[in-house]
Each structure stands twice: as structure tokens, then as C-alpha cells.
């Protein structure tokens, strides 16, 4: 079965700061890996997914992943934090074509202080 | 893209009765899922809601609880019944969008029971 691990369950970082929040998973074949942010109040919205190809990932509100097979991780990461970047984040494995059974990890809650 | 309605957004309930849960879609999809998030934690897949027969539900969840209905393409049902205090959680619906491009996510029911 799969699973996803965050072993960060809250970080807090400054303001302009760099960021990287750890995700490590579990899957017999190729993964399909989301990360997704989830705001007070609001739903979940997809920040970036690797399905194949470039194993660094862009996504929205300039955040990155990559995708590290030998380390079964797939890391996000942005360079300069800013005070909205405060949120939950979640990073999700999905099998059989990418969005079936997509299974989600615990969560990284971040703070931003100023 | 897409658009998904979910009610009611929130409700307190009393212990034995039971809840139904509405997700309307502004397009029509194929994909369509049930997820719980339990206060604290991450999100569980419940079960596929399949169009036109049973849905199919993940291990841990079952039809007699947790029936769903798909009568067609944009809409879907998801009962709680008999309800206890531990089933408190938020209730989200979730689509792949038509050019299955992501998983969307309604903005949940959030449900005490009391």
C-alpha cells in the first residue's frame, strides 16, 4: 500500500526566508505526487504534481519540487517566504493514472513571522 | 477547470441521526471521490462515487455508514448515518477535472456531532 510521511508537523520561518518542506514516500511503481495548500478557511488547492518527465517541478506562487527517485522524496521548496505562504501543506501519492486513490500525508503546518 | 458546490458547509448534529451531504459540479466529470478530514489530521479517502452503480469504498469505510449516490456526471450524495461523535470531521467532495488535469476539491462540510 501507499503512504506519504511529513516529518515536519509545523515549521515557522521568517519572512523572506527560504523554505523546504520534507516529503517522503512509499509506492511499489512509478509515483504520481502532489503537493497540495490548504489555507484557513479555504480548500485544498494543487501547487505543482510530477507525473514523469523533468524531475524538478514548478508550480503556482513560485513554489518548486523535485523528485528524487534513490530518496524516495519529493521536497518542496521556495526561495522567499512571504507572510500569505502561512498555511497547511499537504503532500499526496496517487496510484493507477494519478488521481485514484490518492493518499495524503499528515500535513506541515507553516508560520511566517515577520 | 472546475467549479464544485458542496452543502451544507457546515452543521451540528445530534447523536443517531444522520447527515446528507451534497456536492454539485459545474461540468461534467468522471472522476469522483469522497474524502474525510478528521480534526488535526489528513485526508482519508472514503470511497469513489461511481455513476450509475454502487461507489466503491476503502478500506475502513462501508456502504451501510457512509452510503453514497451518483445519479449522473455533475452530482453527488454522501450520508452519514448513524452518527457518533467520533465521525466529526470536514466532508470533501473531489473531482478530476475534464481534461484531467487535477484534483479539485470542494470547500467542505464541516460536521460536529454532538
Known amino acids: 500500500a501507499q503512504s506519504v510521511t511529513q516529518p515536519d508537523i509545523h515549521i515557522t520561518v521568517s519572512e523572506g526566508a527560504s523554505l523546504e518542506l520534507r516529503c517522503n514516500y512509499s509506492y511499489g511503481a512509478t509515483p504520481y505526487l502532489f503537493w497540495y495548500v490548504q489555507s484557513p478557511g479555504q480548500g485544498l488547492q494543487l501547487l505543482l504534481k510530477?507525473?514523469?518527465?523533468?524531475?524538478l517541478v514548478q508550480g503556482i506562487k513560485g513554489f518548486e519540487a523535485e523528485f528524487k527517485r534513490s530518496q524516495s522524496s519529493f521536497n518542496l521548496r521556495k526561495p522567499s517566504v512571504h507572510w500569505s505562504d502561512a498555511a497547511e501543506y499537504f503532500c499526496?501519492?496517487?496510484?493507477?493514472?494519478?488521481?485514484?486513490?490518492?493518499?495524503f500525508g499528515t500535513g506541515t503546518k507553516l508560520q511566517v513571522i515577520p | 477547470s472546475a467549479v464544485i458546490s458542496q452543502k451544507p458547509s457546515r452543521d451540528i448534529c445530534q447523536r443517531g441521526t444522520s447527515l446528507t451531504i451534497q456536492c454539485q459540479v459545474d461540468?461534467?466529470?468522471?472522476?469522483m471521490f469522497w474524502y474525510r478530514q478528521q480534526p488535526g489530521q489528513s485526508l482519508t479517502l472514503i470511497a469513489t462515487a461511481n455513476q450509475g452503480s454502487e461507489a466503491t469504498y476503502e478500506s475502513g469505510f462501508v456502504i451501510d455508514k457512509f452510503p453514497i449516490s451518483r445519479p449522473n456526471l455533475t452530482f453527488s450524495t454522501l450520508t452519514v448515518s448513524n452518527m457518533s461523535p467520533e465521525d466529526s470531521s470536514i466532508y470533501l467532495c473531489?473531482?478530476?477535472?475534464?481534461?484531467?488535469?487535477?484534483?479539485?476539491f470542494g470547500s467542505g462540510t464541516q460536521l460536529s456531532v454532538l
Open positions: 499526496a501519492v496517487g496510484a493507477r493514472g494519478g488521481y485514484q486513490k490518492v493518499t
Open positions: 510530477y507525473f514523469s518527465g523533468d524531475t
Open positions: 473531489s473531482v478530476v477535472g475534464q481534461a484531467n488535469e487535477k484534483l479539485f
Open positions: 461540468s461534467q466529470v468522471t472522476m
